[in-house]
Each structure stands twice: as structure tokens, then as C-alpha cells.
């Protein structure tokens, strides 16, 4: 059986994680023009938090490794040969 | 018929050419078969009877004349509904594409046409490939079972010989996936390697376009047939196409395979894990060197996926999801709106991130040939289930079909699932990850172990 040890806490965090990106939700919607129906507001809260979460695993592993070198827009997968 | 049994492209070659079949009977035959079963299956959404017909009469008349063309001359072929066949709707699984009308073919379509290849109908896909399942398609293995996707018509109709070869797009794992789960082979080539004008867009960086095929030898006839720089498709790679199907009978003494069962990104089935070991000893047996590796691809490398691909295919349906959001599948306007909400700075950060990536997995190919492990971690889910049990936990049917595939799209290399098995009637795969541009590589060990096994020889029972 696994341990549930810190799960209240961590479904605690991420309540407040999608609650909080659930209230800037209109305000980026509309900024972006985008046209929700407001029964999807939770469903796309949902995702954006899912977003921001891989966003702050890059943005802790690039800080991490002191990496300042210019972005890979340009991929040339011949980088190997 | 005079050879019911004729169910790949290599075995259909050697008969075509030396005129002991005819196009227009195995055309016949996969057309028959759509007729019989696609009601059941609903892997097509355009069946070209009367086309297909008429090319199999041609590609007759120029065989018995003297002018065979090659390997893929007579040979009936699937298209995935993303890629363009002048004169016909490219509708991607949506209605935001009603009313379109291809003006040209894509590129693949147009290569497949000048080797002969006589195209039988479009396939299934998921909304614009945005997805995992491919409704309505179901699998031929288990008709209460999805196709996986986005490329599941393609990989069904295959399974359930519509068709001798067909066509998927791969940006997470949607041809390979599909492969796995339907039985079949499923290549994801080096991005670049085969061009994608023509092809729907889901996100340009990631997107690949590839072949499905019944073995490793016919996935080499059909990649030698598309393969190659187009310049028509800004990412194309001016490399030379190798002979792939000259390269296959090399024997593996010495071929150094790195296993990574999960690749590192998560928990595998017993029973896939079962399959793994089986084909580790086959390895082997065959002379070749297995070593178990660290896990090769780190976990950011799916959350840079995850922010490249989300924002990619919001950049290309920029007009489309705010001026007709009602047109979309509701996963689908959810995925979209979401991406169009990812600040430019967080994708930047992905491409990054990409970047440092693709040196450190460079180090890995300095030791291994390819790397094993599986292509998913179970077999097909129920068509009516958004998650799966994977060894006790639940998990969401994309991520299932996705996490261990979707890697090789971020870095760019070459990928290959092969057929290794059964869980309960229901094929299993694994998967071969090389190095930029040695697809040969793959063709060559995944023919080299089905010389030895026969699970690629197993067909659907379909009513």
C-alpha cells in the first residue's frame, strides 16, 4: 500500500495552484481573444496549471544548470553526424 | 482469388512483377475487404472504388508491358486524412475543414504515385492528430477497443488488410503508438528525412511523417520510396535516401543495444515488461550485445515537449480557434485555447531545453547502436475509458500513449515499434530509438528479429 504522507498537503497546493489560475483566467481569455463558454473555465484552468507546472520544471532545471547559451529555435537534427 | 494469402508488399512485389498476380486483383481484394468490415471497423472516411480500380487497371497494362516500375508498383496503399490528395478534401477529423479541396498532392502522396502505389482511401485521425484515440476507429484485435492515434485508421485499416502499407504523421508517438497497440510496424523517421508539405500541421518542430507496414522490409520499401530532401518543405533535410531495403540481412554480432524498458519516464505493464525480456533474449540469441542503460531521456524533456507542442498548434489555429471555436472538438478547442495562453518566454525556455538535451542523449549513441524499451505500457484501452490502470495507477489514456514515444519527436530520432507479442489476444510492441539518420539501423535489427519470431504474422479475427 503506498504512503499518502504529505498528500493532503500536496492536494491542498494544488487546489490553490487551479484555483488561483482559474481567477486570471477571463482576464488572459480575453487578452488573448479567445471565446470560452463559461463551462469550460475549469477545463481549460485545468490544463493552463498542467502548462504552468512543465513551464516551472524547465525554468528549475535551466536555472539549475546555469545555462545562458542562446535558445535551439533552429533545430538541425544532422547535430549528431 | 488466386493467392488469398498475399498480405505484405514484399510478398506482393515478387508476384506482381513476375505476373503471377495482378494490381487489379489485389485491389479487389483490400476494396472487398473495406466493404466487408470497415462498417465495423470505421477506420476510413474515403474509400476510392472506382479511382483505385482504374489505377490498378493501368498499373496492369504497364506491368504486362514491359514497365514495372518497382517494388511499390500495384501495391494498394492507405493515406492518413492529414495529408493531401489533389482533388479531394484533407478534412484532419474535423469541421473546421469543411468545404476544403486539395489543389495538389502532398509530397508523400505524389512519390507514392510516381513508384506505382495505387491509394485505396483515406484513413481515421484524431482531430487535426491532436489526440490519442482516433474516434470512431476502433481496433481490429477488439472492436470495444480504440486504434490508439492519432494515426489509428491508418494503423487499423493496415491490421485488417484494407490495405498492403499506409501512411501516419508522428508528433508524440502517433504512428508508433498506433502500431503497438494494432500489431503492425510503425516508423517514425529522423525529422526531416520525409517531407511534410502537404500535410496538415500539428506543431512543425515536432511533427514527422512516416510508414506503417506489415514487417521491417516493407517499412523499408515504402521510407526508400518517400524518403528524401524536398524542397518544398522548409525543414527537409539535402541528405542522400539509402537502399534501407538493401541493408537488412547484416546479421547483429556486435550491434551494441542499450535497454531502457520505461526509457525512465514511468511505470510499464508485468506483462509488457514479460515481452521485453522475451525480446532481449532474442536479441541475444541473434549476437548482438544488450546492455541495460540509464534512463536516456529526462522527465523535462516531456514537460519541453508538452510547451512546444501546445504551442505550436495554437500558433497554426491562431484564426480558427477564436473565429470558430464551436467547430472544434471540445479536447481539441481546450488544447488549443490552453497553448494560445503559454507566455512566448515559457516556450523559448522549451526550445532551451531542447537544445542542452540533444548533446547529452548524443553521448549515449557514442556507446549504443539503438535503444530498447517499450512503445507503450499496456495494451489498447476500451473505447469508453479516458484512463488506464498502468501496474495499480491511473493515468490518463494521452499520457499512456504518449510518455514513453514522445522523446524521440522532441529530439528529432529516428524511432521504429515492432510487433513482440500478446496480452490477452492484444498485440504488444516494442520500441528501437537511433541516432539522427540511421534508420537503416532499425530496419535492420527489427528484420533481423522477425526472421526469428512470428508475431507480425498473426491477423485479427474480424466477423
Known amino acids: 500500500m503506498r504512503s499518502t504522507e504529505g498528500a493532503g498537503e500536496k492536494m491542498s497546493s494544488e487546489y490553490d495552484e487551479r484555483k488561483s489560475t482559474f481567477d486570471e483566467l477571463p482576464t488572459l481569455v480575453r487578452r488573448a481573444n479567445l471565446v470560452v463558454d463559461e463551462n469550460e473555465l475549469e477545463s481549460l484552468a485545468r490544463r493552463v496549471s498542467i502548462l504552468h507546472k512543465s513551464a516551472d520544471k524547465l525554468s528549475t532545471a535551466l536555472i539549475t544548470d546555469e545555462d545562458e547559451r542562446e535558445p535551439g529555435i533552429t533545430f538541425d537534427p544532422r547535430w549528431h553526424r | ?463
Open chain 2, 1 to 463: 482469388m488466386t493467392h488469398p494469402e498475399v498480405a505484405s508488399v514484399t510478398e506482393a512485389s515478387s508476384l506482381l512483377s513476375e505476373r503471377t498476380i495482378s494490381p487489379v486483383e489485389l485491389v479487389e481484394r483490400c476494396l472487398s475487404r473495406i466493404s466487408s468490415h470497415d462498417e465495423q471497423l470505421q477506420a476510413m472516411v474515403r474509400v476510392f472504388d472506382e479511382e483505385a480500380g482504374e489505377s490498378a487497371r493501368r498499373a496492369e497494362k504497364e506491368i504486362s508491358d514491359g514497365s514495372y516500375r518497382g517494388p511499390l508498383h500495384g501495391v494498394p496503399v492507405a493515406i492518413k486524412d492529414v495529408y493531401d490528395i489533389e482533388g479531394y478534401p484533407t478534412l484532419a477529423g474535423s469541421e473546421v475543414r469543411r468545404g476544403h479541396l486539395a489543389n495538389r498532392d502532398s509530397e508523400i502522396v505524389l512519390r507514392l504515385k510516381s513508384a506505382g502505389a495505387i491509394i485505396v482511401g483515406k484513413t481515421v485521425t484524431h482531430e487535426f492528430a491532436t489526440g490519442m484515440t482516433s474516434p470512431p476507429a476502433r481496433n481490429p484485435w477488439d472492436l470495444t477497443r480504440n486504434p490508439s492515434g492519432s494515426s489509428g485508421g491508418s494503423a487499423a485499416a493496415l491490421a485488417a488488410d484494407f490495405c498492403l502499407g499506409s501512411t501516419g504523421t508522428d508528433t508524440a508517438g502517433s504512428i508508433r503508438a498506433p502500431a503497438s497497440v494494432n500489431g503492425v510496424v510503425g516508423l517514425k523517421p529522423t525529422f526531416g528525412r520525409v517531407s511534410k508539405r502537404g500535410v496538415v500541421p500539428l506543431s512543425w518542430s515536432l511533427d514527422h511523417a512516416g510508414p506503417f507496414a506489415k514487417t521491417a522490409q516493407d517499412a523499408a520499401l515504402i521510407l526508400e520510396t518517400i524518403a528524401g530532401y524536398d524542397p518544398g518543405d522548409n525543414s527537409s533535410l539535402r541528405e542522400p535516401t539509402p537502399r534501407y531495403s538493401q541493408q537488412l540481412e547484416g546479421d547483429l554480432r556486435g550491434l551494441k543495444i542499450g535497454v531502457s524498458k520505461d526509457f525512465g519516464l514511468g511505470k510499464i505493464e508485468h506483462f509488457v515488461d514479460q515481452a521485453l525480456d522475451r525480446a532481449i533474449r532474442t536479441f541475444k540469441d541473434l549476437g548482438a550485445q544488450v546492455d541495460e542503460v540509464d534512463a536516456p531521456f529526462p522527465d523535462i524533456a516531456l514537460a519541453a515537449h508538452s510547451l512546444i507542442l501546445a504551442s505550436e498548434a495554437a500558433a497554426y489555429h491562431r484564426e480558427t480557434i477564436r473565429s470558430m471555436p464551436s467547430r472544434y472538438q471540445r479536447g481539441t478547442r481546450l488544447f488549443l485555447q490552453a497553448g494560445s495562453l503559454i507566455p512566448a518566454t515559457d516556450y523559448l525556455m522549451a526550445q532551451q531545453t531542447r537544445h542542452s538535451l540533444r548533446s547529452e542523449i548524443s553521448k549515449v549513441f557514442e556507446d549504443y547502436d539503438c535503444l530498447l524499451g517499450a512503445t507503450v505500457p499496456t495494451v489498447a484501452s476500451p473505447v469508453d475509458k479516458s484512463k488506464v490502470s498502468i501496474a495499480g495507477e491511473w493515468e490518463d489514456i494521452t499520457s499512456a500513449y504518449t510518455r514513453l514515444a514522445a522523446s524521440s519527436n522532441f529530439l528529432g530520432l529516428p524511432s521504429i515499434s515492432v510487433p513482440c507479442g500478446f496480452e490477452s489476444s492484444l498485440p504488444l510492441g516494442f520500441q528501437l530509438v537511433a541516432k539522427p539518420l540511421d534508420e537503416a539501423t532499425l530496419l535492420r535489427v527489427a528484420h533481423n528479429f522477425q526472421e526469428v519470431t512470428d508475431y507480425h504474422l498473426a491477423r485479427p479475427q474480424l466477423g
